[in-house]
């Protein structure tokens, strides 16, 4: 029974992509236009320039990332933003991911770097543009 299951893994790999998509979306948008509210300061107001260039790839990279557009490539930069802001944000206050509320960024530059080398797997634009 485990072994029928890899015929569904280009549509487990989208549904993957998918959803990290969102959820990267979302710390985007919360920088960008306050959306949604994280009930501080923050989001919406002024930004200082690393925030703002966090947030402008944030939403347009994950949005490339949510259609499956230009997969690798927005990946790789994603990958490689989330494991700077993990050193830049996270790591100087702690050791621990789990103290130094860095697990998301770790999580995030590893599922990017997957999406690099796995490409965008079913429902993608680039599949669609391969195909055509």
Not at 12 to 29: D, K, P, S
Not at 30 to 38: I, W
Not at 72 to 98: I, Q, T
Request: glycine fraction near 12%.
């Amino acid at each position: 029974m485990l072994e029928n299951l890899s015929r569904y893994q280009p549509q487990v790999l989208a549904l993957l992509r998918i959803m990290a998509a969102l959820l990267f979306i979302e710390h985007g948008t919360m920088k960008l236009f306050g959306f949604p509210s994280s009930g501080d300061a923050g989001g919406g107001g002024s930004l200082g320039t690393l925030m703002l260039v966090a947030g402008i790839l944030e939403t347009f990279g994950g949005l490339l990332i949510l259609i499956g557009l230009f997969t690798r490539p927005a990946a790789f930069l994603l990958s490689g933003m989330m494991a700077v802001a993990y050193f830049m944000a996270h790591a100087p206050n702690s050791f621990f991911p789990v103290l130094n509320q860095g697990d998301a960024a770790i999580l995030f530059c590893f599922v990017f770097l997957y999406l690099v080398v796995a490409g965008p797997g079913a429902w993608s634009v680039d599949g669609a543009r391969k195909s055509a």
